[in-house]
């Protein structure tokens, strides 16, 4: 299968890629690089939403451009990758959790207009997307799979909550995240997720766990071991795709999509 793969803080060029070949892929909402290359089971489209460096912040990730740049490359299914602090305190530093489930009640772009592909009335396909949970469960399965082959703790369910960044958050907020019953969070997997659910791009979200966020830990770790995960975090990811990709062979879109004047 082809599949994108969108990675975040620490991972900006992906290890181990076989006849890697970098190129600029202009969609209507903006250039976007991406990689593509193979892996033992199939391709991968890696592209990095902050980009070299980590050039842009997370309210500066141009989601609409990384997702047309995705399915330009026809990518079957994404996998979206991403570093985040742990709301439940049962959630430990070092972990993996293969999401199923999201809090991102805003539902904005960084930019703060509404997290969609149908902003203009009366466009052919606009539409609702309906779902009772927003990843793909078998490429969820697969990954939950290949996380057990990774040798780190694995969480196989849970729910992210999207915050905006690029502060991070205070400890009422994150007490109000854990009472909705969210396990963990970052600053840039809410609008992927619904982009592609509404482009009908099957999607699976998986967190590695850096550090417990505000207020959650008795004592709060210094921010060193936080950038100490994320550096780890790069090959933790990599040698997730790897198992992942073999066991792959069909995908499916969470939910459906309601469209009008199609």
């Keep these: 299968m082809r599949i994108g793969v969108i990675t975040g803080s620490g991972s900006y060029r992906w290890p181990h890629l076989h006849d890697a070949a970098e190129q600029a892929v202009t969609t209507g909402h903006g250039t976007v ?12 489209v890696q592209l990095s939403r902050h980009g070299e460096d980590h050039h842009r912040l997370s309210g500066q990730v141009d989601h609409k451009a990384n997702l047309a740049a995705l399915l330009d490359r026809k990518a079957e299914a994404v996998v979206s990758l991403t570093v985040c602090g742990s709301v439940d305190a049962a959630v430990r530093p070092g972990s993996l959790v293969v999401f199923d489930d999201l809090y991102f009640p805003a539902n904005r772009l960084p930019d703060g207009s509404l997290c969609t592909w149908y902003d203009t009335p009366g466009e052919a ?11 793909s469960e078998p490429l ?10 990774t040798g780190v703790p694995v969480v196989p369910g849970g729910v992210y909550g999207h915050v905006d960044g690029p502060r991070f958050n205070s400890r009422p907020e994150i007490a109000a995240l854990a ?22 791009l099957p999607l699976a979200l998986v967190g590695f766990v850096t550090d417990h966020a505000n207020g959650v830990a008795p004592v709060p770790e210094p921010v060193e071991a936080l ?34 004047g199609s």
């Design 227 to 260: 950038l100490e995960r994320m550096a780890a975090s790069r090959e933790v990811f990599a040698d997730l795709v790897g198992h992942a990709l073999p066991l792959l062979d069909t995908v499916a879109l969470a939910g459906v999509v309601h469209r009008f």
């Design 33 to 44: 690089t991406v990689t593509e290359g193979r892996l033992p089971g199939g391709e991968i």
């Design 140 to 149: 969820r399965q697969a990954l939950i799979t290949a996380a057990g082959r």
């Design 179 to 200: 009472a909705a019953g969210v396990t963990a969070v970052s600053q840039t997997a809410g609008p992927e997720v619904v982009l592609a659910g509404e482009a009908e």
């Design 125 to 135: 396909g606009r539409g609702h997307w309906i779902f009772e949970r927003p990843f």
